[in-house]
């Protein structure tokens, strides 16, 4: 997110139905669907990264919408009323399938961190669930102090972004944390932090556990216009 902190974010993580459209299909989405969103003034600004795994199990893409909302929730209800002239059937697209793993989220990491400042050309996402609630302050503690700070200082990434799931009820005890990277291998840049860093052993915590996690690079047009 280049140094933004929003408030809140919608993270979408979707495929192509048909891989022979799937150039076609980004078009779309870069041409037609984020110009659409970002026009409403809510989420003012996307950003995608493609899945580095050929087998993406449907997450082929990481979609980061960004917004200014405290509640994620109240956005996509004012994004809905903005964008009626832009809901018509040519402004679709026939092969977008949305996965699960996403979905509205609020910041909870804190202030922004990072160990330089650097074009942003691909993306670690980390997913956690957090097993047992009473647990969350100091999984929140041992995350942005521990966690966080250890793999920065491995030299793959550059900055780290904490979210929080955000339901009709209130937050959700899934977590996703987002690495950006000046590097186009993300992969070896994941590889190479986690050695430095951690011993080559992934950090755990002992009331989490790893739901998903993703290494993407980025894709061209960045972003859509902003309002």
Sequence with gaps: MEGRYPPA?????????????TEQWLDWYARIHTPDVTSAGVFTHMIRFMNT????????IANLSETEFADPLEAIEALKARRAPFTGEDRRSPYTRVVEGGGPMVRVGGQ???????PVRSIFLEGMSLTNPAAERAFNRWYNDDHIPSLLSGGGFQSAYRYQGFSPQGPTMEFVCIYESDRRDVEQ???????????????????????????????????????
């Design 189 to 227: 840049a994941l590889t190479e932090s986690i050695a430095v860093a951690q011993g080559g052993q992934r950090a755990i915590f002992a009331d989490a556990k790893p739901t998903w996690e993703m290494t993407a690079i980025r894709i061209w047009p960045m972003e859509g216009r902003e309002s």
């Design 9 to 21: 974010i919608m993270l979408t993580l979707a495929h192509c139905a048909d891989p022979q459209h």
């Design 112 to 118: 922004f961190q990072y160990v330089k400042n650097a």
């Design 53 to 60: 795994a050929h087998d993406h199990g449907g997450c082929q």
